[in-house]
């Protein structure tokens, strides 16, 4: 399989974690017979200091034209003076919307190795955490309208979340179909008790629901489902919904696996269309340089990209299961360093996985 891939490695420890994740891939390249172009598209603040904009558009376009997106992070004090509409974030989000991205999908799993650095009781953690956040990226209260006005002499303040159906069905089909290849459980998360998209929300994920019958579908008020993923996270299979409760919920679940270092996520659009890969931690700017970094959150993105934009399955998994045992063999970058384990850089970690998937 020969396939395209447009690098964005971004700034502060970005370029650092996506060298080591582009190397895993050349190890998977040269292991299963494929082979990988690949193509620079500047974004961030490097891009900034280059072009004098977050997302050149030639940078939009080699996205556009590639398989799939391999991002590093974004970001850093150094361009915090820039105008709101122009610091490296914006970037980001112009690209999600050029690329037509409307589905973020962040595993949320602990390793065996790191059942110690979950922040869970030990019985609670035993029971293993593997599940999937599938969050609407392009609409909702982020969207929406936002106003300040006067009112009987004081401001007033309204931000509008809407949702179309065709926003909650089409996400609510990737939510299925992933199921479908788990455990085939989907709880969608909303809040219809008050609101209102939440009432269409809940109705248009029940009709989704009809065209995968094999798949248990339930449903679960946001501030529950925030409760039940530290009381029981074995519970989840695939969680859906909206773009605001996602943001929360996502970064609760990446949280308890041990590590924000460790968690991957990509974000999809119609079928066809690349996707975008990336970890989702930020840019570190006070370790980039110093071989700090751990880079298994963008490896494992990598292992996204093979999955879900290349349909190559057995070859994500190599990668998630070379990552397991380093861990098991006791590897840890300092954010997941602990006591009887052997610490190694983000060089060391990215070599020892590389070799794993070479040795079969």
């Known amino acids: 399989m020969k396939k395209s891939i447009a690098v964005i490695r971004g700034d502060g420890i970005g370029p650092e974690i996506t060298g080591e994740a582009l190397a895993v891939l050349e190890a998977v390249a040269g292991k299963f017979g494929h082979e990988f172009a690949l193509q620079e598209a500047p974004m961030g603040g490097n891009a900034i200091d280059r072009f004098g ?85 392009t609409g909702g209260v982020y969207f929406g309208e936002h106003r300040t006005e006067m009112r009987d002499g004081e401001r007033i303040a309204t931000d509008v979340m809407s949702y179309s159906e065709h926003e909650i069905r089409r996400l609510a089909h990737i939510a299925f179909r992933m199921a479908m290849g788990r455990r085939k459980k989907v709880t969608s998360v909303d809040k219809a008790n008050v609101l209102t998209s939440s009432r269409l929300w809940r109705e248009v994920v029940e009709a989704v629901a009809k065209d995968y019958p ?113 861990l098991a063999e006791g590897g840890r970058t300092g954010d997941i360093m602990e006591e009887g384990k052997r610490p190694v850089g983000c060089r060391e970690m990215g070599r020892l996985i590389r070799e794993r998937i070479q040795a079969g």
């Not at 376009?61 to 003076?81: E, F, I, M």
């Open 214 to 326: 094999e798949a248990e579908l339930s449903h679960m008020y946001v501030d529950n489902a925030a409760m039940q993923i530290v009381r029981d996270p074995s519970q989840f299979d695939v969680i859906v919904t909206e773009n605001l409760f996602g943001d929360i919920l996502s970064d609760e679940a990446s949280q308890i696996t041990g590590s924000i270092g460790m968690i991957p996520s990509a974000s999809l659009g119609d079928p066809g269309h690349p996707g975008l890969y990336e970890p989702i931690h930020g840019s570190a700017p006070d370790i980039a340089g110093q071989d700090r970094a751990n880079p298994i959150g963008t490896i494992l993105a990598a292992a996204m990209m093979l999955r879900h934009s290349f349909g190559l399955e057995f070859e994500a998994k190599a990668v998630e299961d070379a990552v397991n045992s380093v």
């Open 53 to 137: 904009v977050p997302l050149p558009e030639e940078s939009l376009r080699t996205c556009l034209a590639s398989d799939g997106v391999l991002l590093g992070a974004v970001g850093g004090p150094k361009w915090d003076a820039q105008p709101p509409e122009n610091r490296p974030e914006k970037g980001l989000l112009r690209l999600r919307s050029g690329m037509g991205v409307y589905a973020n999908i962040r595993p949320a799993r602990m390793f065996s190795a790191l059942t110690a650095a979950c922040p869970l009781r030990h019985e609670t953690a035993d029971k293993g955490i593997d599940f999937i956040v599938v969050r609407e990226l």
